[in-house]
C-alpha cells in the first residue's frame, strides 16, 4: 500500500528520513511518495490548502500522512479520517479541513500499542506504553500508525470516532455581478501566488458579459489574465492564468511575482470584468 507524507520538516534536517524509517520498519512492503516537506513551518493553512490540492491524484486507499504540528505535545488529539477512497493521518490541527467533508469516519488515535514499538521490537503488545516524546509524532504516532493501516490494520483498532474534530476558516471569495474579491492563499517555488478565486469564479463573471475583458489587481497592481505562461513571453508586468488546480494565479514570465511585487498570502486580489 502507498504512503504518503507532506510536512514542513524541510531536508536539512533528518526527521522525514526517520519517518520513513519508522514505516519501513513495521510494512518493509509499504510505497512511501513524498509530497512535499517544504511547507513554511507551522503554517496549518499552507499544508491544508496543498494536501487538497495533491491527495486525489494517487491510487484509492493510499495512506495521507500530514504532519504539520506546532501543537506537538500539547492536548492536541492525534487523528485517523477516513474517506471513500483515502486515509489521512495527522494531527487535530485543521489539517484536514478540506478533507472532513468526504470523511466517512473521523477516529482519535488512542490505541498507544500501534505507536512507535520500543526498541528492538515492531509488534504491538497489549499494555505496552509507547516511549512517545513531546517533540516528533510524525515518528511515534502518526508514521507508525500510517504503517500498520497499511498491513491491514482494521480502522476500528486504533481509537473512538469524534465529531469534534478541529477546523480552520478559510476564507471564501465575495462575488458580485462585476467583481469577483479574494486573496492570494499559496506561493509556490516559483514565487507564483496562488488565489481562491477559481476558474469557476472567472466563467461565473464571463456568463455575464461574454463580450467583456477580465482584469486582475492585486495591491494597486494590476495584471492580464493569460491562457498559459508562455503567453505572458516578453511581459515584464504582473499577470495571471488558471493554475493546475483551477485556482487564479499570480505570476512573472520567468520571474518571481511574490518577490517582484512583494505579493503574500492574505493579500486582497480583485477580479474585474468590463
Known sequence: MLITLLTDFGLKDPFAGVMKGAILTINPQAT??????????????????????????????????????????????????????????????????????????????TSEHYFLPKKGGTAPREGLRAPTTGTFHGRDIFAPVAAWLSKGIAVSNFGEPITDYVTLELSVPVRDSSTVKGEAVLIDGFGNAAVNITEDDVSALYSINPAG???????????????????????????????????????????????????????????KVS
Open 32 to 109: 512511501v511518495v513524498d509530497i512535499t516537506h517544504g511547507i513554511t513551518p507551522h503554517d496549518v493553512k499552507e499544508a491544508a490548502l496543498t494536501l487538497a490540492d495533491s491527495y486525489r491524484y494517487f491510487p484509492p486507499k493510499s495512506i495521507h500522512v500530514a504532519v504539520v504540528d506546532p501543537g506537538v505535545g500539547s492536548g492536541r488529539r492525534p487523528l485517523l479520517v477516513v474517506t471513500e477512497d483515502y486515509y489521512f493521518v495527522g494531527p487535530d490541527n485543521g489539517v484536514f479541513t478540506l478533507v472532513f467533508g468526504e470523511a466517512t469516519e473521523v477516529v482519535h488515535l
Open 213 to 271: 475583458r477580465l482584469a486582475v489587481s492585486v495591491g494597486g497592481i494590476h495584471a492580464r489574465l493569460m491562457s498559459s505562461y508562455a503567453e505572458a513571453e516578453g511581459s515584464e508586468g504582473l499577470s495571471a492564468v488558471i493554475n493546475s488546480s483551477g485556482r487564479l494565479e499570480l505570476f512573472v514570465y520567468k520571474g518571481n511575482a511574490a518577490k517582484t511585487f512583494g505579493i503574500k498570502p492574505g493579500d486582497p486580489v480583485t477580479l
